[in-house]
């Protein structure tokens, strides 16, 4: 668990999880969950690749967060790098690469169906027009890489589908900058908590996918890794809304436990690995 992590290891491990060639695979991940990587992100993103095959699309989120603080937000997609770790940054700026538009939760993708994962991105990042819909469509896979379910945004395309009542609307005023130079505007909408929100708790729905056998669960390194299918996902989060409608909520001050592995106490960046101690610092 302790050794390098090389590139033909991880594919080793991701042919083990079950990660099928020619699927399309939306990845949240932490890659310090996986230990020391000879090769950094590039010998993942390229394990990935080799996994997939070339009839595979390997997505990623790009969110950048950064743009929500900002009086006056514009994003660039050719230059805005990703907030959320080394895999997705190197996933961007792969040749062939594609991103969405979206202000704060974009989305870039390599590979076969990339330009069309991507190529709409409506004002609210998880309607029926953008990637988070793509992957229940094109029935893709969700990949969770060293973190829990906690981390799985595609789970907000069911708050919003159904309106969850603690979430509400805001428009943002926003622009995109052009290749050219020249701005635009990028007409924004986010579904954001209310005040006194609680927050969420996704590893509940996860823990339902594993005891109805829709997850696949493994290692990559030091990294649990689970893997299940975008409408499996869908199909029972909707029907355990309409039972519990708390279903997506914290309840309690203690998230749901998952099994197979330890969940670190790192708020909003939450690790999920067999061993804490083989947590690479270095990445």
């Known amino acids: ?45 390229d394990a990935f690749l ?17 743009h929500s603080a900002s009086g006056d937000p514009i994003f660039d997609p050719a230059l805005d ?8 940054e190197e996933t961007r700026t792969r040749p ?5 538009l979206h202000l704060v939760h974009s989305v870039a993708a390599l590979g076969a169906h990339a330009r069309e994962m991507t190529a709409s991105h409506g004002p609210s990042a998880w309607a029926e027009d953008g990637p988070f819909w793509k992957l229940h469509e094109l029935d893709g896979y969700i990949l969770l890489l060293g973190v829990p379910y906690l981390r799985c945004t595609f789970f907000h395309l069911m708050e919003q589908l159904v309106r969850v009542p603690y979430r509400q609307w805001r428009e943002v005023e926003a622009q ?3 290749p050219d130079g020249s701005l635009r505007p990028l007409p924004t909408l986010t579904f954001g908590p209310k005040p006194g929100f609680v927050g969420n708790d996704f590893n509940r729905l996860g823990a339902m996918l594993e005891e109805r056998g829709h997850v696949l669960a493994g290692s ?23 039972i519990d409608p708390d279903l997506f909520l914290m309840a309690g001050r203690k998230y749901t436990p ?26």
Do not use: C
């Open 50 to 66: 080799k996994v997939l095959g070339p009839g595979g699309t390997l997505a990623v989120p790009t969110f950048t967060f950064s």
């Open 258 to 283: 998952l099994g197979n592995g330890v969940l670190t106490e790192e708020l909003h960046s939450e690790k999920w690995v067999l061993d804490p101690a083989y947590i690479y610092r270095g990445h």
């Open 1 to 45: 668990m302790g050794d390098p992590q090389t590139e033909e290891r991880i594919v080793e491990a991701l042919r083990a999880l079950g990660l099928p060639r020619g699927a399309i695979v939306f990845v949240h991940s932490s890659m310090s969950s996986i230990g020391y990587v000879e090769g950094g992100a590039e010998a993942l993103v």
């Open 81 to 88: 790098p990703s907030e959320m770790g080394r895999l997705t």
């Open 220 to 242: 990559v390194g030091n990294a649990v890794a689970r893997l299940f299918r975008a409408r499996d996902a869908f199909e029972v989060g909707l029907a355990q809304y309409r």
């Open 96 to 100: 062939g690469a594609r991103r969405s």
């Open 176 to 178: 995109i900058r052009e």
